[in-house]
C-alpha cells in the first residue's frame, strides 16, 4: 500500500511512519523540512502547497497535521478544507489525526468534551480548533475521509501494547476508567484501519484497553511498597 503522511516529522507522524513501514507499506512523508522520519520516500512542501497531482496514486493519505499557537490554530480548518477539495473525487482514502475535545458526552451528542467545566483551560483552544477542522470534513461529502479522535490523554512516550478499542462518537473510558491511548498504540489502530478500510466519512475514537505502565514504574513502585512494609 502507497501511504503518505503529512507532518511525518511530527511526534504522531513519526509514530505512524513507523508503524507502517515496519509492516512493509511504501511511506511517503510529506514535511516542511529535512525528513526526520523513517519514511523510504519524501515530498518536502508545504502541505498547503500539495497539488491533486502530488497526492494522485497514494492509496491513503494521512493527516497529522498540528499547529498550536494562536496565530496557527486556524490553520486546522484551512488544511482541512484544502485537502477536502484536491482529494474531491479522488479514490484516495484521507485518515485524519483528530482531537478527543470533540468527542461528544453521551448519544444525544448536545455537548462535547471540551464543554465540561474539568476540561484544562490551555487545551480548549486546540480543541475548538480541530473541531472546526472537523466541521469542515463533515461537510466534504466528495472524499473519502476518516477522522479518529484519539483518548483525552494522548501520550507521546507511552509504550505500545498492540492493542486498543475502537468506539464512535462518544467519549468512553476502559475498564480502569481511563481514557488513555500511547501515540504506538494510536499508531497501531491507524495502520489497521488504513489496511481493512472501513469507517468511511465517519469520526471514530480509540482508546487503551489498559495503560501499560514501564518497568521502571513498577520497580520504584514495589520497592516503596516493600519499605513502608518492614
Same mark, same amino acid.
Given at each position: 500500500?502507497?501511504?503518505?503522511?503529512?507532518?511525518?516529522?511530527?511526534?504522531?507522524?513519526?509514530?505512524?511512519?513507523?508503524?507502517?513501514?515496519?509492516?512493509?507499506?511504501?511511506?511517503?512523508?510529506?514535511?516542511?523540512?529535512?525528513n526526520k522520519s523513517v519514511a523510504q520516500e519524501v515530498i518536502q512542501k508545504d502541505a498547503f502547497?500539495?497539488?491533486?497531482?502530488?497526492?494522485?496514486?497514494?492509496?491513503?493519505?494521512?493527516?497529522?497535521f498540528g499547529a498550536w499557537t494562536p496565530e496557527t490554530l486556524p490553520d486546522h480548518a484551512r488544511?482541512?478544507?484544502?485537502? /477536502?477539495?484536491? $482529494? !474531491? =473525487?479522488?479514490?484516495?482514502?484521507?485518515?485524519?489525526? #483528530?482531537?478527543?475535545?470533540?468527542? *461528544?458526552? %453521551?448519544?444525544?451528542?448536545?455537548?462535547?468534551?471540551?464543554?465540561?467545566?474539568?476540561?484544562?483551560?490551555?487545551?480548549?483552544?486546540?480543541?475548538?480548533?480541530?473541531?472546526?477542522?472537523?466541521?469542515?470534513?463533515?461537510?466534504a461529502t466528495a472524499v473519502n475521509w476518516t477522522y479518529i479522535s484519539p483518548a483525552a490523554d494522548?501520550?507521546?512516550?507511552?509504550?505500545?501494547?498492540? /492493542?486498543?478499542? $475502537? !468506539? =464512535?462518537?462518544?467519549?468512553?473510558?476502559?475498564?480502569? #476508567?481511563?481514557?488513555?491511548?500511547? *501515540?504506538? %498504540?494510536?499508531?497501531?489502530?491507524?495502520?489497521?484501519?488504513?489496511?481493512?478500510?472501513?469507517?468511511?466519512?465517519?469520526?471514530?475514537?480509540?482508546?487503551?484497553?489498559?495503560?501499560?505502565?514501564?518497568?521502571?514504574?513498577?520497580?520504584?513502585?514495589?520497592?516503596?511498597?516493600?519499605?513502608?512494609?518492614?
Open positions: 500500500m502507497k501511504i503518505a503522511i503529512i507532518a511525518a516529522n511530527g511526534q504522531a507522524g513519526q509514530a505512524i511512519t513507523k508503524e507502517a513501514v515496519e509492516r512493509g507499506h511504501q511511506v511517503t512523508a510529506i514535511v516542511r523540512s529535512e502547497a500539495l497539488t491533486k497531482e502530488d497526492l494522485a496514486g497514494f492509496d491513503v493519505v494521512v493527516n497529522a488544511l482541512a478544507e484544502h485537502l /477536502a477539495t484536491i $482529494l !474531491a =473525487g479522488s479514490p484516495t482514502r484521507l485518515l485524519v489525526v #483528530g482531537g478527543a475535545g470533540s468527542l *461528544y458526552l %453521551d448519544e444525544s451528542q448536545t455537548a462535547m468534551l471540551k464543554d465540561t467545566p474539568d476540561f484544562p483551560a490551555e487545551y480548549l483552544p486546540i480543541a475548538e480548533a480541530m473541531g472546526a477542522g472537523l466541521d469542515l470534513y463533515r461537510q494522548f501520550d507521546a512516550e507511552g509504550q505500545k501494547a498492540g /492493542a486498543y478499542t $475502537l !468506539a =464512535g462518537e462518544v467519549f468512553q473510558v476502559n475498564a480502569q #476508567g481511563e481514557s488513555y491511548i500511547s *501515540y504506538a %498504540d494510536y499508531a497501531v489502530a491507524l495502520v489497521d484501519i488504513a489496511e481493512k478500510g472501513g469507517y468511511q466519512q465517519e469520526r471514530i475514537s480509540v482508546f487503551a484497553v489498559e495503560k501499560i505502565v514501564p518497568i521502571e514504574e513498577l520497580s520504584f513502585y514495589f520497592s516503596l511498597v516493600y519499605s513502608i512494609i518492614i
